[in-house]
């Protein structure tokens, strides 16, 4: 099954992440280099801070474009993974290893339905 790890920050955690840059990017190649070896990693991206962000509403047919995140939140997603494997503690087990997880926090979600082009 596949599931999306979601890798949210805040700005302490990425004041952590700036102060320890060299041995955070460490850890993570050693576990990306991990899941492509094992076949589980799918995929993944680090997304632009929540200032770059636009959130799009759509009401009575009428689209509403504003700056920023839809919540009011320290908090913001700051990336993203999909990982296959055989299981959601498999799954939560990547998500621990993640450095954001001591940070900040990491989400783990079956994907349920797959959209391809």
Not at 48 to 67: H, Q
Request: proline fraction near 5%; include cysteine.
């Amino acid at each position: 099954m596949k599931y999306l790890l979601l890798i949210y920050g805040n700005p302490a955690s990425q004041e952590a992440i700036a102060r320890a840059r060299d041995q955070v990017m460490a850890e993570v190649d050693t576990l990306m280099k991990e899941l492509a070896a094992t076949g589980e990693l799918v995929g993944g991206q680090a997304l632009a801070g929540p200032a770059e962000s636009k959130t799009v509403v759509v009401r009575d047919g009428v689209p509403a474009v504003t700056d920023g995140p839809f919540l009011e939140s320290k908090e913001f997603l700051a990336g993203y993974l999909i990982v296959e494997c055989d299981s959601v503690e498999r799954a939560t087990d990547i998500a621990a290893r993640w450095p954001d997880a001591r940070l900040c926090a990491m989400e783990v979600r079956p994907i349920i339905n797959e959209v391809t082009a």
